[in-house]
Nanobody, 117 residues
Framework: QVQLVESGGGLVQPGGSLRLSCAASGFIISMYAMSWHRQAPGKERELVARITGAGGRTNYADSVKGRSTISRDNAKNTVYLQMNSLKPEDTAVYYC??????????WGQGTQVTVSS
């Protein structure tokens, strides 16, 4: 019943762009801070971007700062991650999550992003 479903991943060339979507069902995302995380094989999962429930504040990892934009559409119950100027090191499985403070409440299943020529 409660789900976060990511979409928009795929294979892109270096320098290309992707827009990831995370559609929520079974709960209202406006009650939560929403975030994107990623994990590459053999590496720890890292926070990519976070947005407050009201959408007034955003935070980005240094590795994607200036190239990525997190946004939300509470009416559509969906959060997005626009990624530009993609690099091979951006290759990872990307997950969205809903947080209450520092506590993760829900996680998506992930979408694969591969940046390669």
């Amino acid at each position: 019943q409660v789900q976060l479903v990511e979409s928009g991943g795929g294979l892109v060339q270096p320098g290309g762009s992707l827009r990831l979507s995370c559609a929520a069902s079974g709960f209202i995302i406006s009650m939560y801070a929403m975030s994107w995380h990623r994990q590459a094989p053999g590496k720890e999962r890292e926070l990519v971007a976070r947005i407050t429930g009201a959408g007034g504040r955003t935070n980005y990892a240094d590795s994607v700062k200036g190239r990525s934009t997190i946004s939300r559409d509470n009416a559509k119950n969906t959060v997005y991650l626009q990624m530009n100027s993609l690099k091979p090191e951006d290759t990872a499985v990307y997950y969205c999550a809903a947080f209450l403070g520092d506590n993760p409440r829900y996680w998506g299943q992930g979408t694969q992003v591969t940046v390669s020529s």
